[in-house]
């Protein structure tokens, strides 16, 4: 089984611009904290990316840049 890649910097703000656009949801101009909560609240996850302390999420895409540390 590969091992899940985390994404960080320009990687990232690629990667929500395009995983917005496939949810049919315009990104464009903003800060990629906005974009990634709307992603979330899209696909039905709490809008948690940089709001928390502590992470149980070991699989989420955001995990790296978000900050939390995964309990």
């Known amino acids: 089984m590969a091992k899940?890649?985390?994404l960080k910097g320009s990687a990232l703000s690629a990667?929500?611009?395009?995983?917005a656009a496939k949810l049919g949801?315009?990104?464009?101009g903003m800060?990629?904290?906005d974009m990634v909560w709307m992603i979330q609240?899209?696909?039905g996850h709490a809008s948690c990316f940089k709001?928390?302390?502590?992470?149980k999420q070991n699989t989420c895409c955001w995990q790296l840049s978000c900050g939390a540390k995964l309990s």
């Open 15 to 19: 990667y929500a611009r395009k995983k």
């Open 25 to 28: 949801l315009d990104g464009k």
């Open 41 to 43: 609240e899209k696909e």
């Open 31 to 33: 800060k990629l904290a």
């Open 4 to 6: 899940k890649q985390f």
């Open 51 to 55: 709001r928390e302390k502590e992470c």
